[in-house]
């Protein structure tokens, strides 16, 4: 079994000091990477001998509750969803290797968990950027069939310039570019600009759906939300129709939280389940080189997860 994380969890007595997507990241990290299953009884069991829980009817409150939102998240999944729940357990149906878009996303999630098993692994986040960035263009091109999905992040492979890029996009929109010398520099690079998608019409007319994505696959997210900053690119393009901000995250999130984020992105929001869904469009929707790439990022952090003994 994982060890409990020490961000998160922590002891319960009077009152639940548990984050509800913290153990529910934690129960399916656990049945993915570790154990083949779980029963309610062996999570309540964990909590009491760590300390978190002294009451059991409390302890099983907090698993039935983890309980409910696994299964409605799953549920999304349809026959893509790597685990089968029970009223009682869950079970591991798929090796991590063979849903290796979910373990990625999963492995994301749980690293702001386990402070000290992410820092073995170096500060350098560029791969893991890129690799995310992929995932969700992957994505979005099963679930936007008849839409344009262009990378757009600066990286070592795509070190074009932000004057570039900006001739690129607005040439490929059919808008104007603006005054990119006043707005910006090429310190900015990309302009946190990280997937350009939109639908064009036969006509190549301009006043069309145009999406301007932020992808933030670091635990410091939040501070991304404001991002790409449509005031900044609707003077560097001078698009025809204000385009429309879209933001993805690798992690999942309760309901509530949800709402609150989709109004503070004002755009559409991709958690880890808006991405996993392209599985309800073709089971097998990761390209080989990308799975290739994940399993060969995941493999040496998933054998150095920190476990119970």
Not at 46 to 63: G, K, P, S
Not at 187 to 211: H, T, W
Not at 234 to 242: E, G, N, Q
Request: proline share 3%; glycine share 4%.
């Amino acid at each position: 079994m994982l060890s409990l994380p020490t961000t998160g969890i922590s002891r319960s007595i009077s009152t639940h000091n548990v984050d509800l997507d913290t153990i529910c990241d934690w129960i399916e990290a656990t049945v993915l990477f570790d154990e083949e299953e779980l029963s309610q009884s062996d999570i309540c069991d964990t909590l009491i001998e760590e300390n978190i829980y002294e009451n059991q009817d409390m302890a099983f409150y907090i698993i039935s509750s983890a309980w409910s939102e696994i299964r409605k998240r799953q549920s999304w999944l349809g026959e893509g969803t790597p685990f089968n729940i029970t009223s009682n357990r869950i079970s591991r149906l798929l090796n991590w290797k063979n849903v290796s878009a979910h373990s990625f996303c999963l492995i994301l999630s749980i690293s702001k968990y386990y402070r000290g098993w992410t820092e073995q692994f170096g500060s350098d986040y560029t791969e893991q950027g890129e690799l995310f960035e992929q995932l969700a263009k992957e994505s979005l091109e099963q679930q936007f069939k008849d839409w344009e999905i262009l990378l757009t992040g600066w990286s070592s492979k795509n070190a074009t310039g932000i004057k570039q890029l900006v001739s690129d996009i607005a040439s490929k929109l059919g808008e104007s570019v603006g005054n990119v010398s006043r707005w910006t520099s090429e310190s900015r690079k990309d302009a946190e600009l990280d997937i350009l998608f939109y639908r064009p019409f036969k006509d190549q007319r301009v006043g069309i759906p145009v999406f301007l994505m932020q992808c933030a696959s670091g635990r410091n997210w939040e501070t991304k939300r404001h991002t790409p900053n449509l005031k900044l690119w609707t003077k560097i393009i001078d698009f025809a129709v204000t385009p429309t901000k879209a933001f993805a995250i690798p992690y999942a999130i309760v309901d509530k939280s949800f709402v609150e984020n989709c109004n503070l992105v004002d755009g559409l929001f991709l958690d880890r389940y808006r991405i996993l869904a392209a599985t309800n469009y073709k089971k097998k929707w990761i390209s080989k080189s990308l799975k290739a790439r994940l399993v060969n990022w995941l493999k040496p952090r998933i054998n150095a997860l920190p476990r119970s003994h």
